[in-house]
């Protein structure tokens, strides 16, 4: 047995065992991250931030499924650097604030119980690595439980 085979087998007995406890599947991912992506698209707040810079958004969603499938079933599938992609956009902690509330309504439309709080609780991790990268970048330092504001886009959420 290879090094890489044994890292595939681990890699499938974890999304098999993530998939059993929480009825995550493929479907389910795509179903929520298409949902989610509706009420973004039409949100006001991030409606803009994204509209600015999606155009044809199906490459997107295929790139957050791979995405969605190795956060919350570590499938693997998404090799890309999110953290690069959201340094420059015109967000703070009131961005992300609206994200996960967003999310969290729709994985809970979306999803049995079990598989809205995974996917829940790995959003509420991911929105605050990057804020926390976000600020880091504009050199500020974030304590535990303080958030990044931006005065700059104080006019434009008004």
Same mark, same amino acid.
């Given at each position: 047995? #290879?090094?890489?085979?044994?890292? +595939? ?5 974890? #999304?098999?065992? &993530? $998939?059993?406890?929480?009825? &995550? ?16 698209? #039409? ?6 931030? !994204?509209?600015?810079? &999606? ?11 791979? !995405?969605? +499938? ?6 693997? /599938?998404?090799?890309? $650097? ?17 994200? =996960?509330? %967003? !999310?969290?309504? #729709? ?11 995974? !996917? &829940?609780? /790995? ?5 605050? +690595?990057?804020? =926390? ?9 974030? +304590? ?7 005065? $700059? %886009? ?5």
């Amino acid at each position: 047995m #290879t090094a890489d085979n044994s890292i +595939s087998e681990r890699r499938a007995a974890l #999304t098999a065992a &993530i $998939q059993a406890e929480t009825g &995550i599947d493929e479907a389910m991912i795509e179903k929520l991250v298409r949902a989610f992506y509706e009420r973004v698209q #039409t949100d006001p707040m991030l409606g803009p931030v !994204f509209a600015a810079r &999606i155009k044809n958004w199906e490459p997107h969603l295929q790139q957050m499924f791979a !995405f969605w +499938s190795s956060v919350a079933l570590m499938s693997g /599938r998404y090799h890309g $650097q999110p953290m690069r992609k959201h340094l420059p956009l015109p967000v703070d902690g009131r961005h992300f604030d609206r994200w =996960l509330a %967003l !999310f969290e309504e #729709t994985a809970r439309d979306i999803c049995p119980p079990k598989a809205a709080e995974h !996917f &829940i609780e /790995r959003a509420k991790r991911i929105a605050e +690595s990057l804020e =926390l990268g976000i600020a880091s970048v504009d050199g500020v330092m974030l +304590s535990k439980g303080e958030r990044l504001r931006r005065p $700059q %886009l104080d006019t434009s959420l008004t």
